[in-house]
Each structure stands twice: as C-alpha cells, then as structure tokens.
C-alpha cells in the first residue's frame, strides 16, 4: 500500500509561485505524476517523473513554467509551479505507480494508468 500526502497549495496572484509537495510512504515507482481538476472540468495531467530513469513529461500548458522533481531520500515529489496564471486554479493531485519508462510518453497523462492517488491541494491564482 502506498499514501500520499500532498501539501503547499495555496492563493497567489497571477505571476506567482508555489512548490507542491507529494510525501510517499510505502514503495513507489514508475510515473510519479501530478493532475489538476478544477471545477466543472475533468482532471487533467500536468507532469509525471518516471523514477527509475528520470524521465518528465508535462502538459503543454505549464511546459516552461513548471518543473517536476523527487527527492528519493524522502520519498516525496515536488512540483515547482511559477508564472502562475488565473487557468491554473485547480486541486492538484499526486498520483503514484503509473506507467512504466516505456509507456510513459504515450499513457503519463492518463489517470486510469495510475493506482494511487492523494487527497489533493487547492491552488487558486488571482488576477
């Protein structure tokens, strides 16, 4: 069994920053990955770290702006959000066990690929 306790949402005005954090107990491999739902819309990937080589992935519409990185000795992923604009308000999700390095750059952004998931962070941008 794996949990995952996400934490660092936030308000911040358009242009901001903020760093998510995703705290794992338990074993976790493959995609580690973060989507957002906000309301009205279905949940969405944003990036996803495939642990064992490195690999990132990211949505079209936070490439350059967000970075997805893992500390291994803590067993937590961050999502490192900046240039936040207004679209980005959402709860952002962890998401744990997801596809493999091979079938990570065709399926990471699938949320049926993924077997855990946190509760989630709220993230609201104003303008």
């Known amino acids: 069994q794996v949990q995952l306790v996400e934490s660092g949402g936030g308000s911040v005005q358009a242009g901001g920053s903020l760093r998510l954090s995703c705290a794992a107990s338990?074993?976790?491999?493959?995609?580690m990955g973060w989507f957002r739902q906000a309301p009205g819309k279905e949940r969405e990937g944003v990036a996803c770290?495939?642990?064992?080589?490195?690999?990132?992935y990211y949505a079209d519409s936070v490439k350059g702006r967000f970075t997805i990185s893992r500390d291994n000795a803590k067993n937590t992923v961050y999502l490192e959000m900046n240039s936040l604009k207004p679209e980005d308000s959402a709860m952002y999700y962890c998401?744990?066990?997801?596809?493999?390095?091979?079938?990570?750059?065709?399926?990471?952004?699938?949320?049926?690929?993924?077997?855990?998931w946190g509760q989630g962070t709220q993230v609201t941008v104003s303008s």
């Open positions: 998401a744990a066990n997801g596809p493999n390095w091979r079938a990570a750059g065709a399926m990471w952004y699938d949320r049926s690929q993924y077997t855990y």
């Open positions: 338990g074993y976790t491999y493959n995609c």
């Open positions: 770290l495939v642990t064992e080589v490195g690999f990132t």
